[in-house]
């Protein structure tokens, strides 16, 4: 019987050309109004409870590739370039917005069905460059309307991609056109996974990969490894289906590489005792929790960086007032830089205390600063929100944050420094994904 209408999703939830380029498919967006009330930036101090801790430089002890087989070669294919700009939802989410690299509004992608409830950056997949933010080739998403499928608007012609099967989770190669989806099924009582890749303009009619999981943990793709727009792998971890709870960060367990290069095989990077996190836009790096069955250790006192290629890692000192752990990890394009999201607090009791803050560090560790969520919520025109998710770095020193309490409705980006500083109103909505060149 088929049980995707009841995926329940664990995270928050984030997750393109002006009018001339785009007549038959973007209409010209109003300008977002700020709020109405900017306030003044505080100087990037840390409380004095939440001082960066130095962590000691180790070969990392917590983990060793688990298989002998090397990661696939990095290409340069694999966005090794800042974005040209982002997208976010609004309203009804029956459309996107896009914006440039300077945070200009400059269209409007219409989206109708599209589900925002979607697993988080995998919602929306812009399949091809978009210079200045001027997309002129498909952009894919997941709908959830009559049935879980996977859209496209192209050109301004919105039709059906992906039809006659359940798609719970879809990943694109950023700037191209491979992607990859997921579909779930019950059979004999256990969770069956099936993973498809494929380009916009055809292929994959057959899935590549299969699981069949009486614990009932699905396959998720992370990352899509691509080249010349041909799909060569896919990075993915698994998630129990269809729960719910007090749950801060996605309880993914294990990291696996699917290689579709000479024949396919499977390969075990991390293993279960571990959640990634994040993995760097050239696919290079990984940050992980411990974890038990995925669920990150909020007692446990580290988050690890750790290159798959040099096989060596660091230790993060987490705040010991961060009792729900540390997610969300995302790298500068440059891959000198990491940010992540900490949290304290239950969200689901009695009387609500949950909060959380973004950390931010260099690849070696060193802690430079931590923003709490009372900070940038000023910011937003909401002094109420508490949840504040580092999205993704605009370039190499700038960070996107997504600020909101309980009114998803009243979701905002803010953008900051490296260091803390330069702390500014960005755009309203959530967001959605990036856009390259």
């Known amino acids: ?149 996977i859209k496209q608007n192209n050109n301004g012609q919105i039709s059906d991609l992906i039809t006659g099967v359940e798609v719970t989770y879809m990943r694109g190669a950023p700037g191209q056109s491979a992607f990859a989806y997921v579909t779930t099924d019950w059979i004999n009582d256990a969770l069956v996974s099936k993973v498809y890749i494929r380009t916009v303009q055809g292929g994959g009619a057959a899935p590549f990969w299969e699981r069949n999981d009486p614990q009932i943990y699905a396959i998720i793709p992370l990352a899509v490894q691509a080249a010349n727009d041909e799909p060569q792998g896919v990075w993915y971890s698994l998630m129990p289906f269809g729960i719910g709870g007090d749950i801060v960060f996605p309880p993914h367990k294990g990291l696996y590489y699917l290689n579709l290069v000479g024949g396919g095989s499977e390969n075990l990077y991390l293993t279960d005792d571990f959640n990634p996190v994040g993995i760097s836009p050239d696919l290079t790096w990984v940050a992980y929790a411990a974890a038990d069955n995925g669920f990150v250790d909020g007692e446990n006192s580290r988050l690890t960086l750790y290159n798959l290629y040099t096989t060596v890692g660091i230790d993060i000192p987490i705040n010991p007032a961060s009792n729900r752990g540390a997610g969300y990890a995302v790298f500068s394009p440059d891959n000198q830089h990491v940010a992540w999201m900490e949290g304290a607090g239950w969200l689901m009791a009695e009387v609500p205390d949950f909060h959380s803050k973004v950390v931010i560090a260099n690849i070696d560790g060193v802690i430079i600063t931590g923003i709490r969520d009372d900070i940038l919520a000023g910011f937003t025109g909401d002094p109420s929100a508490y949840m504040i998710q580092p999205m993704g770095w605009l370039d190499n020193e700038t960070l996107i944050v997504e600020v909101r309490g309980d009114d998803w409705g009243n979701t905002s980006l803010v953008k900051v420094r490296f260091d803390g500083s330069g702390i500014e109103y960005l755009a309203p909505g959530r967001f959605a994904g990036f856009i390259y060149p």
């Open 1 to 149: 019987m088929k049980r995707s209408y009841w995926l329940v999703i664990l995270a928050v939830l984030l997750l393109a050309s002006t009018a001339c380029n785009l007549a038959t498919r973007m209409a010209q967006p109003t300008e977002p109004a700020a709020p109405p009330v900017q306030p003044q930036e505080p100087e990037p101090v840390n409380p004095v409870e939440e001082q960066p801790v130095e962590p000691a430089p180790t070969n990392s002890p917590s983990i060793q590739p688990t298989n002998t087989i090397p990661p696939p070669t990095p290409t340069t294919e694999v966005n090794p370039f800042a974005p040209s700009g982002f997208l976010t939802m609004a309203g009804d989410f029956s459309s996107l917005t896009v914006y440039d690299a300077q945070g200009q509004p400059v269209g409007l992608i219409q989206t109708p069905g599209l589900n925002p409830g979607g697993y988080a950056g995998g919602i929306v997949h812009v399949a091809g460059g978009a210079p200045n933010g001027n997309i002129n080739v498909p952009v894919i998403y997941h709908a959830f309307d009559d049935s879980t499928k």
